[in-house]
């Protein structure tokens, strides 16, 4: 059974950091690419960062040179280090697994496979 489960997200001040955590089991973790998205309630969830299973990341002009994202392949996980926090950051965010690019680009939603339930981020400014 796939399993996708986030973790770390928190009340921060504007300026502050936090990192997520992304742990996975139920499939062979390092033949996948990952997604972070978020997501604010009534709004598009969208993407934020993609890993490759090589390491190398892709990331959303909005968070570029505040985020940065790594992986763990032995331990299953993926983290996402979110630095320089604005209250525009605040949303649930989401770990997506299993990105097949036949679908659509990587901030495609229905591209992914398996999804997390979600963690909280709130920024106050």
């Known amino acids: 059974q796939v399993q996708v489960e986030e973790s770390g997200g928190d009340f921060v001040q504007a300026g502050g950091s936090l990192r997520l955590t992304c742990t996975t089991s139920?499939?062979?973790?390092?033949?996948?690419?990952i997604g972070w998205f978020r997501q604010v309630q009534g709004k598009e969830r969208e993407g934020v960062a993609l890993?490759?299973?090589?390491?190398?990341?892709i990331y959303a002009n909005s968070v570029k040179g505040r985020f940065t994202f790594s992986r763990d392949d032995a331990q299953n996980a993926i983290y996402l280090q979110m630095d320089s926090l604005k209250p525009e950051d605040s949303s649930m965010y989401y770990c997506?697994?299993?990105?097949?690019?036949?679908?659509?680009?990587?901030?495609?939603?229905?591209?992914?496979?398996?999804w997390g339930q979600g963690t909280q981020v709130i920024v106050s400014s």
């Open positions: 890993i490759v299973p090589i390491g190398a990341a």
């Open positions: 139920g499939f062979v973790f390092d033949d996948y690419q």
């Open positions: 997506a697994a299993g990105y097949d690019s036949r679908r659509g680009p990587w901030t495609t939603t229905s591209a992914y496979n398996y």
